[in-house]
Structures are given as C-alpha cells and as structure tokens.
C-alpha cells in the first residue's frame, strides 16, 4: 500500500512538472480579466490524461492545470489548480468551462457565505437549517428576478421596507 501512495505521488508530480514546465503541451490558452479590483490572467495547460489515471477515475480524459496570476485587490495572485475532467474539448471551451465554475461559486455560494452569513450560524435543530437555506434561497431567487445582483445592497434597502419586501414575493 504504500509503495502504491508513493508511486501515485510521484506521478502526480510529474503531471504537475509537465503541466508546469514542459514544452509540448497539446492544449494551452489564456485570457485576461481586468474587472472589480482585480486584473487577473488565466493560464490552462491540459494534456490527456495517462493510463494510470483512467485506470483509477474511469471516463476521465484530460487532465487541466489553470493558473491565475496577476493584482487582486492590490495585493498580488498567484495560484494553480489542478482539474481532472471527462470533457474532450478545446482549451479555449475548457478554460471557459473552468471560469463557468467559479462564477456559480462567486455568484451562489459567495452570496450565501458572505452577505448572508451562513458559515456563521449554529442551529440546534435539523429542520431549522432546512428553513432558513430554504428562505435564503427564496430570497436571493425573489431578488434577482426582479433584477437585483446585489445582495448585500437590497438588504440595505429593504431591511425596513416591509411593503417592498412583499412586492417581491407578488
């Protein structure tokens, strides 16, 4: 067993150093971002994935390193993240497909953590949680149906505003 972890450690790292330094990659792209504080640039490297990896994800195909680089709020950026994806596409769609993810991230989850924070909350009950994701969801769902993207503003604006809130509700 652990010549095995040592041997699938290995070869992780050489899936990182190709992806990293190698030469011949066979699908490479990248796009900059220039938006809300940051200026970002988003590198993909992909190859296909080896045998050994289908062999231990089935269907598996590619496998992606994307790195981003650049100014996030003044301070400088510089990660990497590693995909391994079932996808047989270009760079240009598996860069997008990637950049799709983080944008249901910052878009749902962000919203939910940040402006409504429910990391931070601690129910006793199963049911309670149940509620209040459910109400959540309501309320961010009744928000931007009526056009609001801004969470964190509406609630500003409507925190006292009971006629409001129920105009949003029909």
């Known amino acids: ?8 450690r290995k070869g992780f790292r ?5 992806l990293t330094y190698g030469r011949r990659i066979p699908w490479r792209t990248s796009r900059r971002e220039v938006k809300r504080g940051r200026d970002i640039t988003w590198t ?6 080896p045998e050994w990896v289908v062999e231990q994800w089935p269907g598996s195909a590619t496998i992606i390193a994307v790195r981003s680089h650049g100014i996030r709020d003044g301070k400088p950026t510089d990660e990497t993240r590693y995909y391994v994806s079932s996808l047989r596409t270009g760079a240009k769609a598996l860069l997008r497909h ?4 983080w944008s249901i991230e910052n878009s749902w989850h962000w919203v939910r953590d940040v402006a409504l924070p429910e990391d931070g909350h601690r129910y006793r009950e199963d049911n309670g ?9 309501l309320a ?5 149906l009526d056009g609001i993207w801004s969470i964190t ?6 925190a006292h505003d009971i006629k409001g809130l129920l105009r949003l509700l029909g």
């Open 140 to 144: 961010i769902n009744a928000l931007r």
């Open 98 to 101: 990637v950049r799709d993810r």
């Open 153 to 158: 503003e509406a609630i500003a604006a409507l």
């Open 129 to 137: 949680v149940q509620i209040l994701a459910t109400l959540r969801s």
């Open 1 to 8: 067993m652990i010549a095995v972890n040592h041997s699938r």
């Open 44 to 49: 993909l490297r992909a190859m296909p994935a």
């Open 14 to 18: 050489l899936i990182r150093d190709r």
